[in-house]
């Protein structure tokens, strides 16, 4: 009976083992099921591995290769969403069928697949006017005369989801206004939380460990992002104020950057590097540095600047 026990439990773990890696490819596939998406909208791949990762925000990366119908091919990194579950969070700007892999250090994160961008009436991102660099311009080429106002706390809990950052949204839409000024990692005010939790896990020192991301909390960061989307208002987003920036690493403030980058570049949103950045941290190559980066890591050119002081 014993040696009957003992030839069961290497059974039993590899048919636990097979049973994950089935529930793994399922929903792998099931992410790549969304097999349309409009124009100028979210198209996100669900990722999922069973490998184990000591910190996932530091350790893996998952980078999104699409290829228009015309031959273009676009990047953009994925991000970690907690738990076991990686995304990539794109928008395609041409009609037709796009294909698609996924590149990362961890192989249960590769796959590959097409979808079909339909259309829409969107007008696609806010850029720079092409003819008028001082100016702003829709993706197909209309002016856009930005309307905004600033609700520094708009991702905390100083303003929740629902139903004060709806009202928000929806009262300045009726009233002509197409973007708004919002703060991101937001600490400087005690906002540095929201429906999710805090923006970082605590420190073992005290204070905020920047190496150890709450995705939660930008989860609904997405929601207000998406929502104000939906709406056609322009999410300014201020990545942190100068005062948070200078806590932290270049290398820790230009990961977070990033990350909220990934995040949020499907949507239609301008990029500020930091706010106050002459009164509290005034490093400019620092911001240089920072800026170079999200300009390669952006492949639908949002809009990049910076917030001084005065």
Known sequence: MPHKQLAQKPLLSFLLTAIILFLTTVLNFIAQAQSQAPLHSPFELRL?????????????????????????????????????????????????VWTYRTESN??????????????????????????????????????????????????????????????????????GFNAYHTMVVNNRYDYGSNEGGATFEPSMYGG??????NPKFFQWVDRRVAYADSMGMVSILFFTWAAEARNMTPDQYQRM?????????????????????????????????????????????HPISIHPAD
Not at 71 to 81: N, P, S, V
Not at 148 to 172: A, C, Q
Not at 208 to 213: F, H, K, T
Request: proline share 5%; charged share 20%.
């Open 48 to 96: 999922t591995t069973t490998r184990q990762h000591g910190n996932p925000y530091l350790d893996v990366n998952v980078t999104g290769v699409f290829t228009s119908p015309s031959g273009r091919q676009m990047r953009l990194a994925g991000f970690w969403d907690g738990g076991q579950i990686w995304r990539v969070r794109f928008a395609p700007a041409e009609a037709g």
């Open 208 to 213: 905020r460990d920047y190496d150890r991301v």
């Open 106 to 175: 961890d192989s249960e994160l590769q796959t590959s697949g097409q979808f079909e961008a339909t259309a829409s009436n969107r007008r696609g991102f806010v850029r720079v006017s092409k003819t008028r660099p001082y100016g702003f311009e829709y993706g197909d080429g209309a002016p856009f005369l930005l309307m905004g106002d600033t609700i520094w706390d708009g991702m905390s809990d100083g303003v929740g989801l629902n139903p004060h950052f709806k009202e928000y949204v929806n009262l300045r839409t009726s009233q």
């Open 257 to 301: 950057s990033l990350y909220i980058v990934s995040r949020c570049a499907a949507y239609n949103v301008f990029w500020v590097l930091a706010g106050d950045y002459q009164a509290y941290f005034y490093e400019p190559a620092i911001y240089r540095r920072l800026g170079a980066a999200v300009a390669d890591a952006d492949p639908f050119d």
